[in-house]
């Protein structure tokens, strides 16, 4: 009988071996990369043992990696996620994540941050300084550490948040669920080749965080990029940030302005598979106009307080290059107001958005740019519905 017992445990324990067996091969199936040859590597740092905003951390993590699982199972890329948060959340854990990525020219690299920021005055980078448990470290650093391992495409997301605010929470992601997506979500992610680096706020701002719910800004990105998917037949990052940044803006409308902030960009796209090329000095010039555009909202806006309206003036013309000779003639930016009887007129730059901040309009909207040269804007077409004292 006792043999008979030994018998039958070897034939279980067998069968248990070669049923974990089985289980763990069908696991390996199931999980294995959809497509070998390329990978989609996303870095995730995340503070969230930071006692204020912790909870928030965890839920922007949470949020940002099944969104970025979604997008690479839709576009057939391998996802290969590296979490730096808990006692991996610092420069040491950052620098590790980054020379264990074995990137291939058709890769994908994403890297995004949450947590605090810090700005400093000193630094000529508009972008901010992570915040971390042991070195702090530069957000367009890092953004060149990973463009240097020469992906396919590399985008770098700084959501720096250190305003926390109780009031209303921001909207829930509802995720990239839609079937009509994955067209656009291939355009944005294997066609841009290139690179594209985006912070919630401005160099001095304060971006804002939920102390649960999380970021505000990542939370209106995801919306967006949901809301591309199902509506934008023809993505791309200009329009899909400039979406993102008129969600965070109507989101925090009813917020004093110390809480207010305004997310950046800049993206570099030599390339576009299967259209036409974009070269740097149009794409930096695209970049300028959505800021321009910002600038000229705030400027409209005569419920905001004069000094903010009065420094939109100023952000404004420090988008325009200097007074530059043309023909042997010195010349300034021009911004030309093209009017309903089709006439079309020159003013320069700081005279028309000191003009703007004493016109009553209904809306200045601008309908083409002349790109120029790294020193900025040359020339603006605006479409105005008012006629500005003076030059009528």
């Not at 067209?183 to 160099?203: H, P, T, W, Y």
């Not at 970021?215 to 995801?222: D, G, K, L, P, V």
Request: charged letters at 25%.
């Amino acid at each position: 009988m006792r043999k008979h017992m030994q018998g039958l445990t070897k034939i279980i324990n067998h069968f248990t071996r070669r049923a974990g067996a089985c289980w763990l091969t069908a696991a390996l199936l199931l999980t294995g990369p959809l497509c070998p040859g390329q990978s989609f590597y996303a870095v995730l740092v995340a503070d969230t043992r930071d006692p204020a905003i912790g909870s928030g951390c965890q839920k922007d993590l949470e949020e940002m990696s099944g969104t970025l699982r979604s997008i690479s199972k839709k576009i057939e890329y391998n996802y290969r996620e590296i979490v730096c948060d808990q006692e991996k959340f610092g420069k040491a854990g950052i620098q590790a994540a980054i020379s264990n990525i074995e990137c291939k020219p058709e890769d994908i690299i994403f890297f995004y941050y949450t947590g605090h920021g810090i700005s400093n005055d000193a630094d000529s980078s508009r972008f901010p300084v992570l915040y971390l448990k042991d070195e702090n470290l530069e957000l367009e650093i890092i953004h060149g550490l990973l463009r240097d391992k020469n992906p396919r495409f590399c985008l770098t997301f700084g959501d720096c948040c250190n305003n926390l605010v109780t009031g209303p929470t921001p909207p829930a992601t509802r995720g990239i669920t839609v079937t009509k997506d994955t067209e656009m979500l291939r355009q944005l992610f294997v066609q841009a080749n290139g690179d594209l680096l985006i912070s919630s706020a401005k160099k001095g701002e304060k971006a804002t965080a939920h102390p649960r719910e999380g970021s505000f800004y990542s939370n209106h990105w995801m919306q967006a990029l949901a809301y591309a998917g199902s509506k934008d037949k023809q993505a791309s990052w200009e329009k899909l940030l400039a979406d993102a940044e008129n969600r965070l803006q109507e989101s925090l409308k009813n917020f004093p302005d110390s809480v207010r902030h305004h997310s950046q960009w800049i993206g570099n796209f030599p390339e576009r598979i299967g259209a036409s090329g974009s070269s740097v000095a149009n794409t930096r010039a695209r970049v300028q106009v959505v800021d321009l555009q910002r600038y000229i909202s705030i400027i409209a806006d005569k419920k905001l307080p004069a000094a903010e309206r009065e420094q939109a003036v100023e952000m404004a013309v420090s988008l325009f290059g200097k007074d530059y000779m043309q023909n042997g003639k010195r010349r300034s930016p021009q911004v030309q107001v093209a009017r309903r009887d089709g006439t079309t007129f020159g003013v320069p730059v700081k005279i028309y958005f000191k003009n703007l901040l004493y016109v009553k309009f209904d809306k200045v909207e601008i309908t083409s740019y002349d790109a120029a040269t790294k020193a900025g804007l040359k020339t603006i077409t605006v479409d105005d519905t008012v006629p500005i004292a003076g030059f009528r």
